[in-house]
């Protein structure tokens, strides 16, 4: 056994003390697909309420920051980029709060041994996509102006690891094709009013620092604007690509 492992073991090992519950059995699956090591997954599924409570935490964080309040309690309590949508928009805006909200639930959902594969797809498919997509934007396109440095590296790293927390859910899902075909429809349908064919007063992706504020709103002509429009049709298609892997080799390996 790698020293690495030894080390993994152990942590294994003393996280289960504590939270002992029986876990899925790891499949064996490739790395590409399951690229954390099988001690990681089993500590991150051990500690499955503490994660699932501190996502939906994030949520209700999220949800704060995109009514422009993370530093402020004063009322009006709702501005920022909910106070300057319409109500409609509303589910069409906090991506990542959305995302935080379905791998807690799908969290939540498994320990409670509760079928809804197409929550785990959500949860996948927001963990990938917004895990990735906010450090990019953060990192190349806004960079840390404009913002507390706390809060510019909380945004980067938190996201961090949320991809990570995405390659805990094929222990327990199915990555059934009816599942990504919905996260599939749901995170396409936001690629598209947010970036290409703009709805309810859209565009309604994340305001973006390195768009410069005009009459009316930002300008989303500038290069920015498409890199991240880019990006996040990027990954709508890696994780679409992930899923469907990751169910051709867990039927591999059911044959």
């Given amino acids: 056994m790698a020293p690495d492992e030894g080390v993994g073991g152990r942590i294994d090992a003393a996280v289960a003390r504590l939270f002992s519950r029986r876990l899925p059995d790891a499949e064996g699956l490739p790395r590409y697909v399951a690229p954390l090591p099988t001690w990681l997954e089993n500590v991150g599924l051990r500690l499955a309420w503490p994660i699932a409570l501190v996502n939906l935490v994030g949520t209700l964080f999220g949800f704060w920051y995109y009514a422009g309040r993370p530093l402020n309690t004063a009322p009006p309590l709702v501005e920022g980029q909910l106070g300057a949508a319409p109500l409609a928009a509303y589910p069409l805006i906090p991506d990542s709060p959305a995302a935080t909200m379905f791998i807690g639930l799908s969290l939540v959902a498994w320990r409670l041994d509760w079928d809804v594969p197409w929550l785990h797809m959500l949860g996948f498919f927001g963990c990938i996509k917004l895990g990735l997509w906010t450090p990019y934007v953060q ?117």
């Fill in 139 to 255: 990192l190349v396109l806004n960079g840390p102006g404009g913002i507390p440095l706390w809060l510019y590296w909380f945004l980067i790293l938190s996201h961090l690891a949320m991809a990570l927390e995405a390659f805990l859910i094929h222990r327990y899902a199915s990555f059934s094709v009816i599942s990504v075909a919905v996260a599939v429809f749901w995170y396409g349908f936001n690629d598209i009013v947010d970036y290409f064919v703009p709805i309810l007063d859209g565009p309604h992706h994340t305001w973006l620092r390195a768009e410069p504020l005009v009459t009316g709103g930002f300008d989303h002509t500038v290069l920015a604007h498409d890199l991240a429009a880019g990006w996040a049709v990027v990954l709508t298609l890696m994780a679409t690509f992930l899923a469907l892997a990751t169910r051709v080799e867990k039927v591999k390996r059911q044959a």
